[in-house]
C-alpha cells in the first residue's frame, strides 16, 4: 500500500513485559514522528525522526521508552517495562521533510497493558 | 496545561445544516492550524489548514476562520452531511518547531440523516 503502516494493529501484553511497535512509512518520507493517543485525548507528540537520527524525543513520556530507525526507513517504538498507564493508540506519522504539518498518520496500534 | 483546547466533546447535527466546531488555543508562538477528521480504528486525516497570516480558508464544503486576537478558530462545514460523522481534532504548530503537532481533545461530530 502507498500509505503509512503499522504493525501490530492491536497488542495485549501483560504488565511488566516488553513490547516493539512497527512503523513503515510512505516511501521516500525523509521524516517520521510518534505520538501516544490516550483516552479522551488528542494525539501527544512523542519523538520525531529526520533520517536515522532522532532530532526531538522530548515528548518520551521516560526512559522506558525507546524509538529507533536504523536505515531511515522503519522504525520501531520500544516499550520497556510496560505498565497499564501505558495503554493507549500508538500512532505514526511521516512526511517527506521535517514539516509535521504535511505529515500522512498511520492507523495506529492499540496496546493494551493488563 | 492544555495549550490546544477544544472545549465541546460532542455536537450533533442535522444533515443539511451547519456544523460549527470549535478550538482556543493559548500559545502565541502558534502560527499554523490544522484541522484532522478520525474516523473509527483509521489515523487522523488532513482536512484543512490556516496560516497565522490569514483569517480564512475555504476548501469546498469546509472553511476554517482564526481570529488571532482571541486565538480562537472554527470549522464550518456546510452542508453537513451523515459522512462528516466523525472525530475532529484541532492542531498547531509553531514556527520554531513545526515539525511537532500539538491536539485538542477532539469533537465528536454525528450528523443526523
Known amino acids: 500500500g502507498a500509505g503509512v503502516s503499522q504493525t501490530p494493529s492491536n497488542k495485549v501484553t501483560e504488565k511488566g513485559k516488553y513490547v516493539e511497535l512497527r512503523c513503515d512509512p510512505i516511501?521516500?518520507?525523509?521524516?517520521l514522528y510518534w505520538y501516544r493517543q490516550s483516552l479522551g485525548q488528542g494525539p501527544e507528540f512523542l519523538i520525531y525522526f529526520q533520517g536515522t537520527g532522532a532530532a526531538d524525543d522530548s515528548g518520551l513520556p521516560n526512559d522506558r521508552f525507546f524509538a529507533v530507525r536504523p536505515e531511515g526507513s522503519v522504525s520501531t517504538l520500544k516499550i520497556q517495562r510496560t505498565e497499564r498507564g501505558d495503554s493507549a493508540v500508538y500512532l505514526c506519522?511521516?512526511?517527506?521533510?521535517?514539516?509535521?504539518?504535511?505529515?500522512?498518520f498511520g492507523q495506529g496500534t492499540r496496546l493494551t497493558v493488563v | 496545561d492544555q495549550q490546544v483546547k477544544q472545549n465541546s466533546p460532542s455536537l450533533s447535527v442535522q444533515e443539511g445544516r451547519i456544523s460549527i466546531l470549535n478550538c482556543d488555543y493559548t500559545n502565541s508562538m502558534f502560527d499554523y492550524f490544522l484541522w484532522y477528521k478520525k474516523y473509527p480504528a483509521e489515523g487522523p486525516t488532513f482536512l484543512i489548514s490556516?496560516?497565522?497570516?490569514?483569517d480564512k480558508n475555504e476548501d469546498g464544503r469546509f472553511t476554517v476562520f482564526l481570529n488571532k486576537s482571541a486565538k480562537h478558530l472554527s470549522l464550518h462545514i456546510v452542508p453537513s452531511q451523515p459522512g462528516d460523522s466523525a472525530v475532529y481534532f484541532c492542531?498547531?504548530?509553531?514556527?520554531?518547531?513545526?515539525?511537532?503537532?500539538?491536539f485538542g481533545k477532539g469533537t465528536l461530530l454525528t450528523v443526523n440523516p
Open positions: 490556516i496560516s497565522s497570516i490569514k
Open positions: 506519522a511521516s512526511s517527506l521533510a521535517g514539516l509535521g504539518t504535511e505529515a500522512f
Open positions: 516511501s521516500g518520507h525523509t521524516a
Open positions: 492542531a498547531a504548530s509553531a514556527s520554531g518547531s513545526n515539525y511537532k503537532l500539538t
